[in-house]
């Protein structure tokens, strides 16, 4: 896991730490939405693994996702410019 979310061995719950790195508003940072463009749909594919240990005799259809974080992909990603002639 740490290595799929490219953080350190030393942090003790990969998951927490990049939920914690998580913005409290949509990012205005080119930095930070690559960040989050890149890392959000492993972290969603991870908790939906998670899931699916936690639950496998579930009655449930597991949820698979083959774009997961789309929504806050398309929310952090700023609108392209609009050509004006």
Known sequence: MHSR?????????PVLFFLNQLPKGQPTSPKQIQYLTSYWPILCSILMEFDSYHHPTSNQQ???DPNPGVA???WITP???QVTE
């Open 62 to 64: 597991q949820y698979q």
């Open 79 to 81: 609108p392209a410019p």
């Open 72 to 74: 806050l992909i398309k």
């Open 5 to 13: 979310l490219h953080i350190s061995y030393y942090q003790p719950d």
